[in-house]
């Protein structure tokens, strides 16, 4: 008999501190304790089966992927908070280099898990009973729903590292200047007005943010479409036992 405990791995879904919260310290490894009390149990399963113990396997896999990418996400959000990309070009060029980088890894680690969870639906259609089958589905259904919004938010913080690199830094005397000059001109009557005029919606809708702020404006965005995976997480959370309560 096999006994996997669902703790650290199936898992510290729970453990993740939800998008714009203080990064937390490193947690150890072991039992819950009073300075450890984010990594709780959420179930506990015994398996039997040759079969279960393989969807085991792939669910622990497919968890500590979804687990990981929420510290990245975390990572992503205090870099483009951080980030410096008008200062100078060599800065620019470190920071979207950076940027980058940790998009590459959490859109990588989403696929991958989302082929993990393919998988483990592919190994549930042997399972001995339709009550069973639908258990694991579910549960399936709902962890890959977490990885799917996390690949989704991958993919559109690389189309904002695209915008970032492809145009110009400016800081913030050149931005004012900016913002100054758009309003001389929405006064100036020499310049007939147009339909879709872009004075009609004031010099700030004319001026482009600087990239820094761009970024930041995006990372405050990320937090907010960050939240439903909470909720994939919670649903995935109490869909463990019910799905491996029969193996």
Known sequence: ?????????????????????????????????????????IGRVRVTSPLCKALVGDAVRAIGIETENGRRLLDVENALRTVDLDSSPLAKHRGTHDLTKRYVDLRAAAVAGNGILKQFRDEAKAAPSDEQRRALVTFADALDGALHRQKTLADDVGRLIAYLDTHESIDKDAHDQ??????????????????????????????????????????????????PIGGDEDAAAARVEPAFDRC
């Not at 703790?7 to 998008?19: H, N």
């Not at 100036?188 to 761009?214: E, H, I, K, M, N």
């Open 1 to 41: 008999m096999v006994e996997s405990v669902v703790r650290t791995a199936l898992l510290a879904i729970a453990s993740v501190a939800p998008l714009g919260a203080p990064t937390p310290a490193p947690s150890t490894s072991g039992p819950p304790t009073a300075d450890n009390a984010a990594l709780k149990e």
């Open 178 to 227: 900016l913002v100054f000059d758009a309003i001389l001109r929405d006064g100036d009557l020499r310049y007939p007005r147009t339909a879709f005029d872009p004075r009609d919606f004031g010099p700030f809708a004319v001026v482009p943010d600087s990239l820094s702020t761009t970024a930041k404006s995006a990372a405050a965005e990320l937090v907010t479409r960050a939240q």
